[in-house]
């Protein structure tokens, strides 16, 4: 079956603390992408990678890392977690071109105490 | 920004056909329009996309007007599971991300 697979999916855990959220796709996608959810604000996208070794900014990517040593996987860093990144984080992927539709992962739950 | 508008929310009575409006008066000729819907907290599910004909899949049709001014999602048979916040996104050679407004939160009832 097709899918985008993150994890974990919540996590609970201490300012300062280092954690990375994984993103895995089966589709040999090109592209992938983070975005991150808040009330009010919508979606919005962090980093994005149109292939491997090959990444770049969203819109809000401060205080985030990313890496892309493998096609299936986008893992998401977070060096020194702080409270403002407490949200509702989301992976995508897609062939390359806009128009492709991007499919998303489930989402990963992160409160950053 | 967002360049589409959307109606806030709307009611829909199971086993009728759902009709969920989207203008974007402003897109240019090699913009899409994207539909996604998300149900409660879980990822945005892709429904369809197109450019200027009308779109069909399993489960939605899209109908965008000849100006490519406005569209319209159509889920013929709501179900309760299709209660969602829906979203009309228009995306360009520019945007290889999606730019998610405030959608059209959609409730089915019995």
């Known amino acids: 079956e097709a899918q985008v697979t993150q994890n974990p999916r919540y996590l609970i855990t201490v300012t300062g603390k280092k954690l990375t959220v994984t993103c895995s796709q089966n589709m040999n996608h090109e592209y992938m992408s983070w975005y991150r959810q808040d009330p009010g604000l919508g979606l919005r996208q962090i980093y994005y990678s149109m292939n491997v070794e090959v990444t770049d900014k969203g819109d809000v990517p401060e205080g985030y890392k990313v890496s892309r040593k493998e096609k299936r996987n986008f893992p998401l860093i977070l060096e020194s977690p702080s409270p403002n990144q407490t949200s509702l984080y989301f992976c995508a992927s897609s062939w390359t071109g806009f128009n492709q539709p991007q499919h998303f992962g489930d989402g990963t739950r992160l409160s950053i105490l | 920004d967002a360049k589409t508008t959307q109606p806030t929310s709307m009611d829909c009575a199971e086993g009728r056909a759902a009709n969920l409006p989207c203008n974007h008066s402003t897109i240019s000729g090699n913009e899409y329009v994207y539909w996604y819907r998300q149900i409660h907290s879980q990822g945005p599910q892709y429904i369809i996309h197109g450019l200027k004909n009308n779109e069909t899949n399993e489960m939605a049709s899209l109908i965008i007007t000849e100006d490519r001014k406005s569209s319209t999602l159509i889920l013929p048979h709501a179900t309760l599971r299709d209660t969602a916040v829906y979203y009309c996104?228009?995306?360009?050679?520019?945007?290889?991300?999606?730019?998610f407004g405030t959608g059209t939160r959609l409730q089915v009832f019995p």
């Open positions: 996104i228009v995306r360009g050679s520019d945007n290889d991300k999606l730019i």
